[in-house]
């Protein structure tokens, strides 16, 4: 308490002698001609109005002669806290690539309602930032994961996209007949981080690696969810401008498309052992292939699909595939270049009967997703033999697999052989589009935005053009426009798409932006459908230019 005094009476002389010796002249103008003083409006990390202690340089070293009685105190002060911003510096990571990562944003400043030095290391001594989150362990999630006990869907990609924790909780928590338990992704990831972790005990893991406390004592977040939101030194842009361009262009090579290996049909087993396994592709089942079409049609029939191909029926062009299921900005979707049989040219040759209200496109396990016929009447649809002309995989269903123009992949029936129409009632039967939120208010994936190869806390030129780039689509709807933010959500800039995309194929974007200050940068997108809908969770990711 006496030393707590000593201070503030030496700031207080301090303060009085600055105003014998620094009294300001007086106005040439009276206060009512006066221009009001700026008066920056308050955000959670906005750099306060200067101030003579900011105005001038730090104190010099102690020991150099005072300037004003006990100013060694001060000076102690500010080389305790450098001396800490040294020591508790954000880390920075080189990649394999050499992309350097710095997961920390630096403190541009240190005061709030005072100025006790350039810096008071807050992210990284106090809030300990660096050692939080998964990526704080684990610097590649999508190896993580490919690297489990237990088979999980392999969410490697050639997009540069990175797992992040949101997706972990879109894919665990409402997701019935693709997860076991719902919401159960806290409870795993508890059981996985006990005790018998090692690695977690070895960095003295705690609740804090994880968490973050809400400031009202009522529930606990977790870190990578909240941490745009906590840490200082991020800039703010309210109504971003820069280039924005789209395109459809970019293509997805056969090896680099996604597939689900999951076994619970039949076939599953034997095409998931053979593409594992490496085993070669067997030419005669290619060409014993027979595609049945029944039903409520006038003629059904069956063909051989090497008959169909002699004919001339084949179609090449370019489609894309998004998983029902795929989370926020996930990597689990695709652009391809294939070659099949149109679905319509088949349905035209059976002659569909009036009345028809539903196709079921059936594996030769039994396995199918029904289609509804409205759907197909307004988008194409193939049935699939060949990616970058070459034949399928065993992984993606060879020898034939059906691909659907504005669908989903469960709707992408592996080892197609019959196609049956049905003039059943629509309510008995649900088409996947997109993933749907419990309450069933809306998707958790539709409409769906991914950035692609920018790393979570990745250095970037001060002062030099950057391009965040990426994919939207949102399955049967139309994405009208792209918004972006980098005040983390407080303003939106809409982008605008035109009527001349293509709706079979995903959307690329290209946003360029110049960083003028040092400092983290959160970027943020979504997309808006011409229906209204709103990407449930934005995606988004911290740069930082220096």
């Known amino acids: 308490m006496k030393h707590f005094k000593l201070v503030l009476s030496l700031l207080l002389v301090c303060a009085l002698l600055c105003a014998c010796t620094n009294a300001p002249a007086a106005p040439s103008q009276s206060p009512e001609q006066s221009a009001p003083a700026a008066s920056p409006q308050a955000t959670p990390n906005a750099a306060p109005a200067a101030s003579p202690a900011q105005a001038t340089s730090d104190p010099a ?177 309210a109504d971003v401008s820069g280039e924005f361009k789209v395109d459809q262009a970019k293509t997805t090579k056969a090896d680099d498309l996604f597939f689900f290996n999951w076994m619970y049909y039949d076939n599953d087993y034997p095409r998931y052992a053979a593409e594992y396994a490496d085993v070669p592709l067997d030419p005669t089942i290619f060409d014993a292939w027979e595609l049945t079409v029944k039903g409520h049609v006038n003629n059904p029939f069956t063909a051989k699909l090497t008959d169909l191909i002699a004919e001339g029926l084949s179609v090449t062009t370019t489609m894309t595939m998004h998983c029902t299921i795929n989370p926020s900005g996930g990597p689990l979707i695709g652009n391809c270049e294939i070659t099949g049989i149109p679905l319509k040219t088949l349905l035209e040759r059976a002659g569909v009967k009036p009345g028809a209200t539903v196709l079921l496109p059936i594996a030769t396990d039994g396995f199918y997703i029904p289609i509804m016929m409205d759907h197909l009447d307004q988008n194409e649809a193939y049935v699939v033999y060949e990616i970058d002309g070459k034949r399928l995989s065993y992984a993606h269903g060879y020898p034939a697999q059906l691909w659907l123009g504005s669908g989903s992949a469960a709707e992408y029936v592996k080892q197609i052989s019959t196609f049956e129409v049905v003039n059943d009632a629509k309510e008995n039967y649900y088409m996947y589009l997109g993933w749907e939120l419990e309450d069933g208010a809306g998707y958790t994936n539709k409409p769906n935005v991914g950035i692609f190869d920018v790393q979570e806390g990745q250095i970037v030129p001060l002062g030099k053009p950057f391009t965040f780039s990426g994919y939207a689509d949102a399955f049967d709807q139309k994405v009208e426009r792209l918004e972006i933010s980098m005040d983390r959500g407080q303003t939106w800039t809409p982008f605008e798409m035109g009527a001349d995309l293509n709706d079979d194929i995903w959307i690329n974007w290209h946003y360029t932006f110049t960083p003028e200050e040092p400092g983290a940068y959160v970027f943020k997108i979504r997309a808006v459908t011409d229906k209204g809908l709103i990407s449930n969770t934005a995606a988004e990711v911290m740069i930082n230019a220096k």
């Open 61 to 237: 070293p102690v020991g150099e002669p005072e300037e004003y009685p006990g100013q060694n105190v001060i000076r102690g002060m500010y080389g305790d806290m450098d001396e800490r911003a040294q020591e508790n510096a954000p880390k920075i990571t080189t990649l394999a690539n050499g992309v350097q990562v710095q997961r920390t944003p630096d403190e541009q400043y240190a005061g709030v309602y005072h100025n006790p030095g350039s810096q008071i290391s807050y992210n990284t001594f106090y809030l300990d930032a660096d050692n939080r989150g998964c990526a704080a362990c684990h610097t590649d999630m999508n190896a993580l994961l490919n690297n489990m006990t237990y088979l999980h869907v392999d969410l490697s990609n050639s997009f540069g996209i990175q797992t992040t924790v949101q997706q972990c909780l879109d894919c665990h928590s409402y997701s019935p007949g693709y997860v076991t338990e719902a919401y159960g992704f806290g409870t795993l990831i508890h059981g996985l981080h006990d005790k018998r972790n090692e690695a977690f005990q070895s960095m003295s893991g705690n609740c804090w690696s994880c968490h973050n406390a809400t400031g009202d004592g009522e529930d606990m977040e977790l870190w990578d969810v909240v941490k745009h939101d906590v840490l200082r030194g991020i800039v703010d842009i």
